[in-house]
Nanobody
């Protein structure tokens, strides 16, 4: 049984930092796409970052470029998201997700939640102003 379990969310002041982790079990995703998504109240789920291959190909939503860094540890089957210079608009429930087929960086597939097959339960990030 595949499980993705996020951790590391919390409350932080604007300008602060948080690190999220997503531990995968039941299957190895080292060579498959994994991503971070978030959903704020009343808004649609949106992509934050995607790692499409073994870790060297990482893509970000424009809203987080330069502030967030996604990475993964293949040996630990774990995905990470380091979030710096957080803003109140980053407040959301953050999810990690894993796909079981290749996603291309040349189209928008890596940004679509429907392309991912497994999801964690989410971890709340709240940024106060």
């Amino acid at each position: 049984q595949v499980q993705l379990v996020e951790s590391g969310g919390g409350l932080v002041q604007a300008g602060g930092s948080l690190g999220l982790s997503c531990a995968a079990s039941g299957r190895t995703f080292n060579t498959y796409p994994m991503g971070w998504f978030r959903q704020a109240p009343g808004k649609e789920r949106e992509v934050v970052a995607g790692i499409l291959w073994s870790g060297s190909s990482t893509y970000y939503a424009d809203s987080v470029k330069g502030r967030f860094t996604a990475s993964r540890d293949g040996a630990r089957n774990t995905l990470y998201l380091q979030m710096n210079n957080l803003k109140p608009e980053d407040t959301a429930l953050y999810y990690c997700a894993a796909a079981t087929r290749r996603l291309s960086p040349s189209d928008s597939s890596w940004q679509r939640s429907s392309e991912y097959d497994y999801w964690g339960q989410g971890t709340q990030v709240t940024v106060s102003s």
